[in-house]
């Protein structure tokens, strides 16, 4: 059977030359452990440097401000956790954005329980946040910042280089999740004016359980996740994971070489999947802004139809696509991105996202076209819901959107 993969925003698969390098790491060079003095230790050492500074690269920074991490999870905590309790004195206002991944927004709840006072910007029908929102969010109490750069379920590019602006000699400390933006667009800590940066390694074609955060030199920021030995230049204890790390850095290095060329690519598959799908279905809507938005990142929502149901159909032909973030599926909540964005429950759970990818080819795109006519069809055919709901009521103005064509 053909096998379609559009879920490349829930993972990607570890490009070829990635895996060389980790096999590497894992067989001629795996005994050494990079805190060793010895031989085995300084190959291991040699290694983390130079993919210190590979991933350094990609974001504009010095390798020093990159500690390794176990993945974007571990760095959004890292980052809000470290910035809170260490700026506790100077104030307890944390400001972060509805739409953000569970690693963050949980991460911020986390800090509400502890007595810290959030405020969670609201978005607009796009999954943007505003700028002067945020500005007006800030009070004397604010110590940390935390917006994510591209929305990972509706693919939407945050205006972080005008928040960054915002929040410029204010003493605030401004977080960004870059994961699934890093290697998609450009993202430079200088540019955006960044404290703080979470890279994640599954994204960009490397391995899964790696990450990185991006601490900008002089940041009032502390670790405060674990308590342990020396590694990271005290910043993040563990036996560094040496493999992964030789991953990451070569998937980062890969990653700006191939950017320019393969988003170009990528955004004209993706506009041909935006415009059949709007054109071929009625009642089916782009979620996320229709052209700020990352270059591999198609979204809808489907009208009486149940995201999960299209999901298996579309599996059993060969194709891979997801109903939103990847880490929500199995819950029967619908996305909190969505919800926020004002898309009523019933119309959120018919939510798909397919999200382009280096093995994709313009037949990937035809193919599922082709399968998703039928499959549309039938379930529409089956909704007792298809005449019963007014779609309309509660949804924010669509704007320009291609909807409810
Ligand atoms: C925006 C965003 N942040 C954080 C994460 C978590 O990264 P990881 O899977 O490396 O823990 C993800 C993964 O889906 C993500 O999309």
């Excluded at 998937?251 to 709007?278: C, H, P, Q, S, Y």
């Excluded at 059993?316 to 898309?343: D, F, R």
Aim: glycine share 10%; aromatic share 6%.
């Amino acid at each position: 059977m053909r096998r379609v993969y559009f879920d490349h925003s829930a993972t990607t698969p570890v490009h070829p030359l990635v895996a060389e390098e980790v096999y590497r790491f894992m067989t001629e060079h795996n005994y050494g452990n990079p805190s060793s003095l010895h031989y085995f230790g300084q190959i291991a050492r040699k290694a983390l440097d130079e993919s210190r500074e590979k991933v350094a690269k990609a974001i504009g920074a010095k390798s020093e401000e990159i500690i390794f991490t176990s993945g974007g999870t571990e760095s959004d905590n890292m980052a809000i956790h470290g910035a809170a309790l260490t700026n506790i004195k100077r104030g307890n206002h944390v400001i972060t954005s509805a739409v953000e991944h569970h690693a963050a927004l949980n991460a911020v709840k986390a800090l509400a329980k502890q007595g810290f006072s959030v405020t969670v910007l609201p978005v607009d029908q796009y999954g943007m946040v505003n700028v002067d929102d945020v500005e007006k969010a800030i009070t004397d109490k604010t110590i940390l910042i935390s917006i994510m750069h591209a929305n990972n379920e509706v693919g939407t590019i945050m205006p972080i280089a005008e928040i960054g602006k915002v929040v410029k000699d204010r003493g605030i400390i401004f977080h960004v999740d870059a994961v699934q933006s890093l290697g998609k667009i450009p993202v430079n800590v200088d540019d955006l004016g960044i404290d703080l940066l979470t890279v994640s390694g599954h994204k960009i074609y490397g391995p899964k359980g790696i990450g990185a955060l991006y601490v900008r030199k002089g940041t009032r920021w502390r670790p405060t996740l674990f308590h342990g030995g020396a590694q990271e230049r005290l910043r993040r204890a563990g036996t560094e994971n040496v493999p992964g790390i030789v991953g990451l850095g070569k998937a980062a290095e890969l990653a700006m070489e191939n950017m320019e060329a393969e988003n170009k690519r990528l955004l004209t598959l993706r506009d041909k999947l935006i415009g059949e799908v709007t054109k071929r279905f009625s009642h089916v809507r782009l979620t996320g802004h229709p052209t700020i938005r990352l270059p591999n990142h198609a979204s809808f929502v489907f009208e009486y139809i149940e995201g999960e149901s299209v999901l298996l159909s579309l599996d059993m032909k060969g194709i891979a696509a997801s109903t939103g973030s990847a880490c929500a599926s199995g819950s029967l909540e619908p996305s909190h991105v969505l919800l926020s964005m004002g898309i009523p429950h019933e119309i959120a759970h018919g939510s798909i996202r397919l999200t382009l990818g280096a093995g994709n080819t313009e037949e990937d795109v035809d193919y599922f076209l082709e399968a998703m006519g039928p499959i549309v069809e039938r379930f529409r055919s089956m909704s007792p819901l298809s005449e019963e709901i007014d779609y309309n009521k509660n949804i924010k103005d669509p704007g320009n959107l291609q909807s409810y064509c």
